[in-house]
Every structure is written in C-alpha cells, then in structure tokens.
C-alpha cells in the first residue's frame, strides 16, 4: 500500500476492530451470505454515478458493483485501520478508480456540494453519532445528488424491537459498534432529505432497509 493508495485524514480517529474486521471479511465471503447481500449491494450501488462517495467501505465489498458506465471515479473512506487493509486487497476488484481514506463519517475530508452520489452501506448502525454522520453526508452532497443506503434497521415489531434493544450492550461490544436497533430513515427525514424510493426487506430482529434519498436544496442553503 503507498501513499498515493490510502490517504490518512488528519480528522481520522482511532478506531479499530481487528476480530470484528476479520470476522466480519470472512463471514461476507460465504456463498449463502453473498447469495443474500450481493444482489442488494448490485441493487444499491449501481445506481451511484459521477463523482461517487461510499462512507464506511469496510472491506471493500461493494466496489465490484460500480457501473463504469456511470461512475466517473469513487472516495471511498474508512475508520477502522484494519478494515482499510481488506478494502486495500480488494481494491482491483473495482471496474472504477478508487481513492481510499481513513476517515470517520462524523468528519469528511471533503468540500462542501463535492459529489453526485454517496453510498452507504450497512455503516449507520456503527457510527457514533448517526446524526452528525447524516450532516456531514447531506453537506459533501451537491444539492440534488443522491443518497444510496442500505441499512439494517429497527424492528417493526413490538416485542423484536425490545429484544434488539437488550441485545445492543451485547452488540455493540462484540460486533464493532453495531446498533441492531437504530431508524436511519427518520434521521434522514430530520436532516432534510427527500426520500425517493424505499424498500423494507425480512423482519424479526434484522429487517433491511434500501432507500434511495436526495439531497434538497433548502432556502437557507442558497
């Protein structure tokens, strides 16, 4: 890995999960677990284009599925120094060029209004502070870019709801931060984002969720 490969932001903090980052790499390689995820990353991430920002890479996962008819170059950014060295592995993978850096969601190196689209993918259930995340992805975002997420999210039950609650002390230590429990879409709404399309997939204690989402440009932004 050189320097021109993985850039270290000065705003990077330190984070790292090396069980969680192993863990996690290896499960994703599984046939069945591929079979369930691949389609939903093919899904999400072709509908990326231009300049093309993906929080939280982790290991690389998606960058298989970028449309190079669509996406002129990715930013593709990560906390967790131990899953930069997947992604960093992975990076060939990609049809499109791909700049890795270490850098938390809270605090993008990036200027403001900078990209056309920005993914995330299974990263808001981890962040420290979702809403501050959410901020800073809707002011790298140009007015009108999109907004490409899948999440794993809030139970719609009752009951699997208090379960995923009891289970976060346990996730979160074990899982690298992982909130089972958290409702990404209403925190979008609350930062001002029209939400496109959505689509809410399984249930029990992991339902899924893909939301297409735009940027609007608000008064007090012009």
């Given at each position: 890995?050189?320097?021109?490969?993985?850039?270290?932001?000065?705003?990077?903090?330190?984070?790292?999960?090396?069980?969680?980052?192993?863990?996690?790499?290896?499960?994703?390689?599984?046939?069945?677990?591929?079979?369930?995820?691949?389609?939903?990353?093919?899904?999400?991430?072709?509908?990326?284009?231009?300049?093309?920002?993906?929080?939280?890479?982790?290991?690389?996962?998606?960058?298989?599925?970028?449309?190079?008819?669509?996406?002129?170059?990715?930013?593709?950014?990560?906390?967790?120094?131990?899953?930069?060295?997947?992604?960093?592995?992975?990076?060939?993978?990609?049809?499109?060029?791909?700049?890795?850096?270490?850098?938390?969601?809270?605090?993008?190196?990036?200027?403001?209004?900078?990209?056309?689209?920005?993914?995330?993918?299974?990263?808001?259930?981890?962040?420290?502070?979702?809403?501050?995340?959410?901020?800073?992805?809707?002011?790298?975002?140009?007015?009108?870019?999109?907004?490409?997420?899948?999440?794993?999210?809030?139970?719609?039950?009752?009951?699997?709801?208090?379960?995923?609650?009891?289970?976060v002390p346990l996730t979160t230590r074990?899982?690298?931060?992982?909130?089972?429990?958290?409702?990404?879409?209403?925190?979008?709404?609350?930062?001002?984002?029209?939400?496109?399309?959505?689509?809410?997939?399984?249930?029990?204690?992991?339902?899924?969720?893909?939301?297409?989402?735009?940027?609007?440009?608000?008064?007090?932004?012009?």
């Open positions: 890995m050189t320097s021109n490969d993985l850039h270290l932001s000065a705003t990077a903090k330190a984070i790292s999960y090396p069980r969680f980052a192993a863990f996690y790499n290896r499960m994703m390689k599984q046939p069945q677990i591929r079979q369930q995820f691949d389609p939903l990353r093919q899904q999400i991430v072709g509908l990326a284009h231009g300049v093309v920002l993906e929080v939280g890479a982790g290991g690389g996962q998606n960058f298989p599925f970028y449309d190079r008819s669509r996406v002129v170059r990715v930013e593709a950014t990560e906390p967790d120094e131990k899953m930069l060295i997947y992604a960093e592995s992975n990076r060939g993978d990609a049809p499109v060029p791909i700049t890795l850096t270490r850098a938390t969601a809270e605090m993008l190196p990036f200027p403001d209004a900078h990209f056309d689209s920005l993914v995330v993918t299974l990263v808001l259930c981890s962040v420290r502070d979702p809403e501050h995340s959410l901020r800073e992805i809707k002011r790298v975002l140009r007015p009108g870019g999109d907004l490409l997420l899948l999440e794993h999210v809030r139970a719609q039950g009752k009951v699997a709801a208090k379960v995923q609650d009891v289970l074990c899982l690298g931060n992982c909130h089972w429990n958290r409702d990404p879409e209403r925190i979008l709404v609350e930062q001002g984002f029209e939400i496109m399309s959505r689509r809410l997939l399984g249930g029990g204690l992991q339902p899924f969720l893909i939301v297409h989402a735009r940027r609007t440009e608000q008064p007090d932004e012009r």
